[in-house]
């Protein structure tokens, strides 16, 4: 059984571009979270995809943004970059109905 | 709105001493309860979770969990730890009007020393 992966593993930008971050979720999965994860703190939910359409949102701006695929993999895609949008940024997915989340090992994206 | 709060940031501890790792919570509405696992360079994985019941629960490599309502708490323990034992432990908790969406603490490294 292949768990849930994330590309690319780290990523440096300068602020002002665009990134898109990549994710496969656990086979049989077809709810995917993402969370960004800033140094020395806690997960965000930033937001969680289902049946290809976002069905939950924690308080990012629209900047960040996402999809899911027909296979339920997911894009993380983030507009404008801040230097504040530096962090780890982890890919959850689940099974619909079952609570446990299973993480992939995150992107670590650096903004200049 | 729900917030968790760790206690300690660091809690340093001698190998096969106890330790408790304490989280508190605050929530309008009815949660469910986790703490994850966070070694170096690796992803999150579940330690143990509180749905219903019984309000000990156990989870993996040894650690337990209680559930306390009146208090608003969820602290892990372990009677004897390891040096495989050192990572950040993150307490978390899901409104259940939420589809499953978590709500973080900060973390609590966990040190062993020899």
């Known amino acids: 059984e292949t768990g849930v992966t994330q590309s690319p593993t780290h990523l440096i930008k300068t602020r002002g571009q665009q990134v898109t971050l990549r994710c496969s979720s656990q086979s049989g999965h077809n709810t995917v979270s993402w969370y960004q994860q800033a140094l020395g703190q806690g997960p965000q939910f930033i937001f969680q995809?289902?049946?290809?359409?976002?069905?939950g949102r924690g308080n990012f701006p629209p900047r960040f943004s996402g999809l899911q695929f027909p296979n339920y993999s997911s894009e993380l895609n983030v507009n404008a970059l801040e230097l504040d949008d530096s962090a780890l940024y982890l890919c959850a997915s689940r099974q619909t109905g079952n609570n446990e989340q299973f993480f992939g090992p995150g992107t670590r994206l650096t903004v200049l | 709105a729900q917030s968790v709060t760790q206690l300690d940031s660091q809690v340093p501890v001698f190998e096969e001493a106890p330790v408790e790792l304490r989280c508190n919570y605050s929530s309008s509405v009815s949660v469910y309860l986790f703490w994850y696992v966070q070694y170096p360079n690796q992803g999150l994985q579940l330690l143990l979770k509180?749905?219903?019941?019984s309000t000990l629960v156990k989870g993996i490599n040894g650690f337990e969990a209680e559930f306390n309502k009146s208090q608003t708490s969820f602290h892990l323990r372990k009677p004897s730890v390891h040096i495989s034992d050192t990572a950040e432990y993150f307490c978390a908790v899901s409104p259940m009007d939420s589809n499953y969406q978590l709500i973080w603490g900060a973390g609590t490294k966990l040190i062993i020393k020899p």
């Open positions: 995809y289902y049946r290809e359409e976002e069905n």
């Open positions: 509180y749905l219903s019941g």
